[in-house]
């Protein structure tokens, strides 16, 4: 009988702990959502030639446009980092590792976020070697070779920072790594949307960060509860830099 008394109340806080997992956000967390913009004309992106590995350029026929800029309807910009750079303590680094794919000669997603000393999985689809070569400003910059079938590499960045990362083996491939101190960001999608949820009732320092144009930020003050929509807008030009 003294079996019961022990076993029961584990049974009810994992049903407690179900619930409430499964109930979302606490009911007095807010959310700041919006939109990434653009104003001027954008630049067009060039075709990626990539006929010096012709599995690859089989694959992606039409070919595949250079992504430093992704435009969507509306003005939308598309793989925009947005991100609560200031107002809440640094969010713990995640034990789940986030992934990042070299699939057809290309680094899938194009921007990859994640937090500081995440653990990162880079992985290979493709039937030939790949050169994957980080090149950050605050973190050891390392370059590593990667052939077919080979177990994924496995790293993390200690300090927070966009990384570009290339391969030296295929000139047109590039991407980002974005190592963030929080665990509240979102990427843009085609319509430039994001949503950050979940927020206890606080003011926040807002950023948003594109590969091309750099950064704005924007402060939001949130009450319990309550839903808050904000936009950046970019100022574009026709050519890159």
């Not at 994640?114 to 950050?136: A, G």
């Not at 390392?142 to 200690?158: A, Y």
């Amino acid at each position: 009988m003294r079996l019961k008394y022990v076993v029961l109340p584990v049974v009810v806080v994992l049903a407690v702990s179900v619930l409430a997992s499964l109930a979302g956000p606490p009911a007095d967390t807010g959310t700041i959502e919006g939109k990434v913009t653009y104003t001027g004309t954008p630049p067009k992106m060039k075709p990626i030639d990539m006929s010096k590995e012709p599995i690859c350029a089989k694959e992606h026929n039409p070919p595949e446009l250079a992504q430093n800029v992704v435009t969507g309807p509306g003005n939308a910009l598309q793989d925009v980092v947005v991100y609560i750079s200031a107002g809440e303590p640094p969010s713990p680094a995640p034990s789940q590792a986030v992934r990042y794919d070299q699939k057809g000669c290309m680094y899938i997603p194009h921007v990859l976020p994640m937090q500081v000393d995440q653990p990162l999985q880079i992985y290979t689809d493709d039937p030939f070697s790949h050169n994957i070569h980080p090149v950050p400003k605050l973190n050891p910059e390392w370059n590593k070779s990667q052939l077919p079938g080979s177990p994924p590499i496995q790293t993390k960045w200690s300090e927070a920072e966009f990384i570009q990362v290339k391969c030296n083996i295929h000139p047109w491939m590039h991407g980002y790594f974005a190592v963030l101190k929080t665990s509240r960001y979102a990427v843009t999608d085609n319509n430039g949307s994001f949503s950050l949820k979940g927020l206890p009732p606080d003011k926040y320092t807002v950023t948003s960060w594109q590969e091309q144009y750099g950064t704005q930020s924007q402060e939001v003050t949130l009450a319990a509860g309550e839903t808050k929509t904000i936009t950046f807008t970019y100022k574009v030009t026709p050519y890159l830099y």
